[in-house]
């Protein structure tokens, strides 16, 4: 058997899916078929945020079979690509001697096939839950409303889509000492905002997944050789999964506004790792194919299914055929 084709479903179909009884289709698919079925921390998540108990109970029973492929949570490849620039550019960043142990405790917790974050959810699914909610508080309904302001601040520029996204500039709104002076590539700045001010919030994961290599609390942060490096010195391509994050997020301020556009926002860092999206969503499926041409890495095919029983047993049909 050659190299199987990487099949990341989004939440709808997963909701489909379970919503049909069709469970017991998708896990021979994934246990026989000739694809990978992936799921991405970030659909859990949205499952894990379902109010309705025995649905969200479905749901994540689900998701956390082991026939599934499991891929690492979105800020752990996001560290990784940030480390590999730092290690690159600036290695005197480094800790000499990183402190390894919850780093490790931590790769371990989402990448073991027993025990770990998949097997408490599949045992505990409204411990997780609760989990979930208590730490991420009202952060989604932040998002959701972050999305909606930069949407309202980008069309009172005027800004009519007559330039790429490679082809967007934005400068700081005060002097940084670091910066050059002219425009950047507007994901530049918008990551050096995002990252500086993750890593300086304890708890959050970037730090979580940094800190361990990085002295992040001995002023970095506040260097201009940070702000250098972000605006001009990282390469776009090493760090395509900030791009993506920009991208999404720049292309969703001039498109309707749902619950779903922060999720979204953490499924495009995924589009690296697979080679099929599938989804109900035709405006994150409109977003990919608007950041495809610009995009930094090659970008999955997309599939944009119709809703419902229909849409979940024609998607079947295909995996089951493949």
Request: proline share 5%.
């Amino acid at each position: 058997m050659g190299k199987q084709r990487r099949i990341l479903l989004d939440s709808n179909l997963w909701r489909y899916i379970s919503d049909a009884g069709f469970q017991g289709r998708l896990l021979r698919v994934a246990r026989h078929g000739n694809v990978a079925i992936q799921i991405a921390p970030a659909i859990m998540y949205e499952a894990l945020r379902v109010r309705d108990a025995p649905l969200r109970r479905r749901l994540v029973e689900l998701m956390a079979n082991r026939a599934f492929h499991r891929l690492m949570p979105e800020a752990f490849s996001e560290s990784m690509e940030i480390l590999h620039e730092i290690k690159r550019l600036r290695p005197e960043w480094l800790r000499q001697t990183p402190d390894l142990a919850f780093f490790e405790r931590s790769r371990k917790d989402w990448s073991r096939k027993m025990g770990g974050f998949w097997v408490r959810c599949a045992n505990s699914p409204d411990h997780e839950a609760g989990y979930i909610a208590e730490s991420e508080g009202a952060l989604m309904d932040q998002a959701e409303q972050q999305i909606r302001e930069m949407r309202k601040e980008m069309l009172a520029t005027g800004w009519n889509g007559n330039l790429g996204l490679d082809e967007i500039r934005m400068a700081p709104k005060e002097k940084l000492r670091g910066w050059n002076g002219e425009p950047v590539e507007a994901w530049r700045l918008e990551s050096l905002v995002g990252v500086t001010y993750a890593l300086g919030r304890p708890g959050h994961p970037y730090r979580d997944w940094i800190a361990p290599f990085i002295d992040i609390d001995g002023g970095l942060l506040r260097r201009p050789e940070w702000v250098a490096f972000w605006l001009h010195d990282v390469d776009t391509q090493a760090l395509a999964r900030q791009w993506l994050r920009w991208g999404h997020s720049f292309s969703q301020r001039f498109r309707k506004v749902t619950s779903g556009s922060g999720g979204d926002n953490q499924l495009m860092t995924y589009l690296i790792d697979t080679d099929c999206v599938m989804t109900a969503d035709k405006g994150f499926v409109d977003i990919i194919e608007a950041c495809r041409p610009f995009a930094p890495k090659p970008l999955p095919t997309t599939q944009c299914v119709i809703a419902g029983e229909i849409g979940a047993d024609a998607v079947l049909t295909q995996l089951e055929a493949a």
